[in-house]
């Protein structure tokens, strides 16, 4: 659980967004310096709005995954530094099939998106009327045109696009 002295710093031995966790414990995350906006690189405490998002991800992420708890600790705060520190972007819903079923775009909701050469999981970060930031949960997913999403890629889409996933999925990333 989070406490008063954890820590986002930019960690310059592996130019990643880090988060110290006390008792010289540090979480990496794979967010370098061209994916965040300039305050991530000042360091910044861990507060009560990171700290809410946190719990609150974690929680709905329990519902919806069967996974162990390090692996949901790592998706939780890969998608909290996503959401607090992710550059802006724009839609890139071209990659990826309209959905055939009506998802609610909401924080920490589990949903696939399909492109042509097949699906992958991902959990919603940032939630607007009518696009979402998403990071990819699964393994590594083909885009095509030789473009690809590596686990914890974070890519903007039309909610369209948003289709529905089993419940209890345990196919999420497994390299907590």
């Known amino acids: 659980m989070p406490t008063s002295n954890w ?6 031995q592996h130019s990643r967004l880090a988060l ?11 967010y370098d310096a061209g994916q965040l906006i300039p305050d991530a690189l000042h360091g910044m405490p861990f507060c009560a709005e990171h700290a809410e998002f946190y719990t609150r991800c974690l929680q709905e992420l ?10 949901l600790v790592q998706i939780a705060l890969n ?5 607090f520190f992710a550059l802006p972007r724009m839609p890139k819903s071209w ?3 309209h959905s055939q079923s009506i998802v609610y775009s909401k924080a920490a909701k589990v949903c696939r998106l399909y492109t042509e050469q097949g699906p992958g999981l991902f959990v919603v970060v940032q939630a607007e009327e009518r696009s979402s ?7 590594t997913l083909e885009l095509g ?6 686990p914890f890629d974070a890519i903007k889409v039309m909610n369209d696009r948003l289709a529905p996933a089993p419940k209890a999925l345990s ?6």
């Not at 820590?7 to 310059?12: G, S």
């Not at 110290?20 to 794979?30: I, K, R, S």
């Not at 930031?133 to 393994?139: C, D, G, R, Y």
């Not at 045109?145 to 590596?150: F, I, Q, R, T």
């Open 133 to 139: 930031l998403l990071m990819l949960i699964s393994e």
């Open 95 to 97: 990659y990826f099939n």
């Open 20 to 30: 110290d966790l006390g008792d010289e414990m540090v979480f990496l995350t794979p």
């Open 62 to 71: 329990s519902k919806q995954l069967n996974l162990a708890e390090p692996q």
């Open 171 to 176: 196919q999420a990333f497994t390299a907590a």
């Open 7 to 12: 820590r986002w710093f930019f960690e310059p």
């Open 79 to 83: 998608a909290t530094a996503l959401s």
């Open 145 to 150: 045109g030789n473009k690809k999403m590596a």
